[in-house]
């Protein structure tokens, strides 16, 4: 799996997760509570940096290195 989310948008992802899990289940009645595992997803994608969301689009918020040009290539 390749990893094409960048760095800010994997804290949001793993923070908006644990909140998710944390409070539905404290806030919600009942069977309601189970909606809290909905954090799940958005706390494994952000662990692991790879959203099957992103895809299809072709998204990618990973910052890339760019190759300094003016340096000589030493091989």
Known sequence: ???HEGKTERILRVV???LLLIILPLTLPGA???WGLVGLL???TGLTGYSPAWTPFGTNTCATRKKDKT???RG
């Open 1 to 3: 799996m390749p990893i």
């Open 16 to 18: 908006a997760g644990l």
């Open 71 to 73: 340096l000589p290539h």
């Open 42 to 44: 958005p706390l494994l």
């Open 32 to 34: 309601a509570k189970w």
